[in-house]
């Protein structure tokens, strides 16, 4: 992500007037506050003052699989409480943590120039996934990244992974897995690229719904902050995001299903292609379309119609009685 958004315009300096001093909400780990600091500085550098309000989420507070506390909203709810309350001005998320279905009092005011989309396979034994031996163990906490590792792999051992960056990488270090998979975009903001042993892009591995992006909420009738926020908006980025999110709300699914998609923008254009999986990895089914950018909601109920066509509804299902 760029030090700055390069389309956004300078305003005039504020002086410290505290009628142009926005209260940010932001999860407590470390990539969070990275993505925090990152908000604040740009919207500093346009004259807004910024105070960062560190807010404990359920997700946070707990240390077992997300499925077995509803991982929906783990790591968004407690920012968009204090979002409705008017403890906060504004809250930064990553998008791919936020539910389609969130708060109709709230908007995403912004999506900022998006980073790297892809998973990357870890590892201090070999370069690529395919060189892994039978049974070794692999570790994510993503139903969707191990329907897709089993998919392609399935003489590997995917085990189950929770914590922050550091811990999945003690974890690695301390031998309890032979690899893990993780966000490339996580790595690259907390200067640890080095540590990536490969990109795993589709087919192979398709990133979850809002990969790589921020999202930047507000509440929906804030229209002095969501005006200053707005300039922090990269419109290929917001794009590409709309049509996946449609997608998933037209699925009916969630951040737990099996469902991985890619949005590319280019100028007016944008393509949507995406996959379902059964959580054992022996189904897949996929589906892609193009069309206008201006109708990027559209092209995502288009593609998930598509899947819906091929039965993906028969895989979904068990995703909503874990998401309930």
């Known amino acids: 992500m760029a030090d700055r958004p390069s389309n956004v315009e300078d305003v005039p300096e504020t002086d410290g007037d505290p ?16 993505q925090a600091d990152w908000v604040a500085s740009a919207l500093t550098a346009l004259g807004i003052g910024v105070e960062i309000v560190p807010i404990t989420t359920r997700g946070d507070a707990r240390s077992g699989p997300l499925i077995d506390f509803g991982g929906v909203g783990a790591f968004t709810k407690e920012l968009q409480f204090a979002l409705l309350d008017h403890s906060i001005d504004l809250a930064v998320h990553s998008l791919k943590d936020l539910p389609t279905d969130g708060p109709p009092e709230l908007a995403i005011a912004a999506v900022p120039p998006r980073a790297a989309i892809h998973d990357v396979l870890v590892s201090n034994s070999v370069c690529r996934l395919a060189e892994l031996p039978a ?18 792999f399935p003489r590997l051992a995917i085990e189950g992974i ?3 960056v550091d811990t999945r990488l003690c974890r690695l270090d301390e031998g309890r897995f032979d690899a893990i998979v993780l966000a490339e975009a996580g790595l690259a903001r907390l200067g640890l690229a080095s540590r990536i042993a490969e990109r795993l892009a ?4 398709f990133p979850a719904v809002g990969q790589g992006a921020l999202a930047i ?13 707005e300039r922090l908006d990269d419109r290929a980025a917001h794009a590409e995001v709309v049509a996946e999110r449609a997608l998933l709300r037209h699925l009916r699914a969630g951040c737990l299903a099996p469902v991985g998609a890619v949005g590319r ?7 949507l292609d995406a996959v379902v999986l059964s959580d054992d990895g022996l189904g897949r089914v996929g589906a892609g379309a193009e069309g206008r950018a201006a109708n990027a ?5 288009e593609v998930a119609e598509r899947l819906l066509e091929q039965g993906a509804d028969v895989w979904l299902a068990a995703s909503r009685r874990r998401g309930r």
Do not use: C, F, K, Y
């Not at 570790?139 to 089993?150: E, M, N, P, V, Y």
């Open 162 to 164: 929770r914590g922050n």
């Open 135 to 152: 049974g070794s163990r692999v570790g994510t906490g993503s139903i969707r990244r191990r329907a897709q590792l089993l998919h392609a």
């Open 19 to 34: 009628a142009r001093r926005l209260r940010l909400g932001t999860r407590t780990s470390a990539l969070a506050r990275w």
């Open 202 to 205: 589709p087919p192979l591995m």
């Open 297 to 301: 909601r559209g092209l995502g109920i």
């Open 265 to 271: 923008s280019d100028g007016g254009r944008l393509t």
């Open 217 to 229: 909420e507000t509440r929906a009738d804030d229209a002095r902050t969501r005006r200053w926020v």
